[in-house]
């Protein structure tokens, strides 16, 4: 094997790695994610564990964030929840990725 192949196979084992890491942030990120809306939507429990798993089921729609933004805004919407504005479920999007990394890296 060359120099050249085994600095190609290290950059695609790196890729991989990186990619199998953001696939995991995200899933953590839907998942506290959902957590954050049963809780504004009134869920406990199990309902809100379910709720959760139904907010990360939704990311797999398509690609980007905005399959799961527009189920949190359905639900709010049909709740009555108004007040939960576009920017704040965003924000709480990108501040529980965040959370969802360092947990990651903390190996938690």
Known sequence: MTTFDKREEGFEKKFA??????FK????????????AADKLGL???????????????DFEEAGDNDVYRKLRKDFDAKGLTD??????RRM???LLAKAIEEIKAGR
């Open 17 to 22: 790695h990186d990619e199998e890491l953001r």
């Open 25 to 36: 942030a995200n899933a953590r990120r839907n998942k506290l994610l959902g957590l954050w």
């Open 44 to 58: 406990k429990g199990a309902e809100a564990d379910s709720y959760a798993k139904a907010v990360v089921i939704a």
């Open 84 to 89: 939960v504005s576009e920017q704040q479920i």
């Open 93 to 95: 999007m990108d501040d």
